[in-house]
């Protein structure tokens, strides 16, 4: 692939839009006088946007007690941050048809992974440091978006660099490094950056598969949970370990890691019900 590879995206004319709601709500959370009654209003006038985020609110994702009937109250709830990431993921999954048919990549098992890395990585950040806990779920499900648009867009690029992962038997991200001048966290992150999402989910994409670094704790995150969705599978006795993979996980995520087979089976139930909620074939 050329260097010019990004330009070449650039050519794209139908490269998947955001709908103008998620520039909205971005720049109106820039702005720190907003309130949530401007917020609710924002996102009601996109009509299928307010219903889904009522569902997704209403799910046993968030596990609520009771009923919550208004954007407003569901902003209230969730804060705005959360919110903010709900209407990021929702739009982006509808931005690409879950209906596609790509060579060698089936677009469910591609939302299901990319749902499975957004659980495990906010509950990493749940209990290693909180404040990235929205974040850690966006870009979790965003982190292999590059993925998508080297399927959809560059398809023979694509095809030779998914040979070459299954001939050598390496990873996709290794096989990209023999095969490619760019990889698909670099075109994730590209692609985020014309969409105008917010600098960290930027970042978290662009280091998903970086060295670790402690100016990128997200992409670390996002990083080990990438590996545990990949190499964890319940032994034969149905008990999850720590895959022997996982040595060089960064100090900050080793008590999760040592707690693996307390948590990681009951976040399964959680993977389930949010591929529920997100994927549900839409009209
Ligand atoms: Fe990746
Ligand atoms: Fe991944």
Redesign the pocket.
């Known amino acids: 692939m050329k260097p010019d590879f990004f330009k070449q995206i650039d050519r794209i004319r139908e490269l998947p839009t955001l709908p103008a709601i998620v520039f909205k709500v971005n720049q109106m959370l820039q702005n720190l006088e907003t309130t949530a009654d401007q917020l609710s209003r924002v996102i009601e006038t996109d009509q299928a946007m307010a219903v889904k985020i009522l569902k997704l609110v209403n799910s046993s994702f968030y596990g609520f007690q009771s009923k919550i009937s208004s954007i407003n109250s569901a902003v209230l709830i969730l804060g705005f941050n959360t919110i903010q990431h709900a209407v990021v993921s929702l739009s982006v999954m509808k931005s690409f048809s879950l209906k596609k048919n790509l060579k060698r990549l089936n677009i469910q098992d591609f939302w299901h992974h990319s749902l499975a890395v957004a659980i495990i990585s906010k509950y990493l950040a749940d209990h290693a440091d909180k404040t990235l806990s929205s974040d850690c779920f966006t870009a979790g499900l965003l982190?292999?978006i590059g993925?998508l648009i080297l399927a959809e867009y560059f398809p023979e690029e694509f095809e030779k660099i998914w040979l070459r992962a299954v001939e050598s038997g390496i990873s996709?991200?290794d096989a990209e490094k023999m095969e490619n001048d760019v990889n698909?966290?670099e075109i994730g992150a590209y692609l985020a950056e014309k969409w105008l999402l917010p600098q960290p989910l930027v970042d978290a994409i662009r280091y998903?598969?970086s060295a670790f670094s402690s100016d990128h704790l997200a992409s670390a995150i996002i990083n080990v949970a990438?590996l545990l969705v990949n190499t964890c599978q319940p032994n034969p006795e149905g008990r999850f370990e720590q895959p022997p993979g996982l040595l060089d996980v960064p100090a900050f995520l080793q008590p999760q890691l040592q707690t693996l087979p307390e948590w990681y089976p009951r976040l399964q139930g959680e993977i389930a019900s949010a591929c529920q909620v997100f994927m549900e074939p839409r009209n």
């Open positions: 982190h292999d993925k996709f991200v698909h966290a998903h598969h990438d």
